[in-house]
């Protein structure tokens, strides 16, 4: 690429390849052209544009060390106004994707039959909706997250807070990047497993072709 002269592939299993710091400094700025940030170190196995993790630990004892020979003024990217920023994106751009699949629920299955917020145990834990329907009721909570490792601890957590909730409940993860066979890949190698064996994630895409063919109650004169 014309803008990245120093981006280098990484070709699989191939012993003892070099990569320069221009090289690696190109990965870096290249992925953060496509994300809107710098990778965290999970992702760097899955970034054809960087070495692998091992390879990064085994050079410079780790990505944070990294970071630092790069040049980056914020070099722990878990810490202070990195990580800042982070929540303060994933946050607004979580309750964006709130607001809106609350409009699409609403009209679907009605204004009626969509309740916000509702309160399902005693420690007055809350569901984001919970939705009535002639093919089953069902609750959904919706977040947003901007990594595999933080997705996977936000689901920990909420399978603490929903271990009393009973009947379907879809986490619907409201990142476009994250695709329904990644997802699926996750929960494979979770070791906290669902309570609730009607509990699943889906991505957004994933969540619409589900609920597209459900039938809906006839709306209240």
């Known amino acids: 690429m014309e803008k990245y002269k120093n981006l280098k592939k990484n070709i699989k299993n191939v012993v003892g390849e070099k990569w320069s710091l221009e090289n690696l400094k190109d990965g870096f700025e290249y992925f953060k052209e496509l994300n809107g940030r710098y990778p965290g170190s999970i992702e760097l196995d899955s970034f054809e544009f960087l070495p692998n993790r091992k390879m990064i630990e085994r050079r410079f004892g780790g990505l944070q060390q990294l970071?630092?020979?790069?040049g980056y003024e914020d070099v722990?990217?878990?810490k202070g106004k990195f990580r800042s920023e982070i929540a303060l994106r994933v946050n607004k751009r979580g309750r964006a994707s709130e607001l809106a699949l609350e409009r699409i629920l609403k009209n679907k299955f009605g204004e009626v039959f969509v309740h916000t917020e509702k309160i399902f145990d005693d420690s007055r834990n809350r569901v984001d909706f919970y939705v009535y329907s002639p093919d089953g009721n069902f609750g959904v909570d919706i977040f947003n997250t901007d990594t595999m490792l933080n997705l996977q601890n936000n689901i920990n957590i909420k399978i603490d807070k929903y271990k009393n909730f009973s009947g379907k409940l879809f986490y619907v993860v409201a990142n476009?990047?994250?695709?329904q066979d990644d997802i699926d890949l996750s929960v494979l190698h979770k070791k906290k497993i669902f309570s609730n064996n009607g509990s699943v994630i889906v991505n957004l895409k994933k969540f619409y072709e589900i609920i597209g063919p459900m039938k809906s109650y006839p709306k209240p004169f």
Request: proline content about 0%; glycine content about 10%; overall charge neutral.
């Open 67 to 70: 970071r630092s020979v790069l």
């Open 76 to 78: 722990h990217f878990g």
């Open 176 to 179: 476009d990047n994250f695709s």
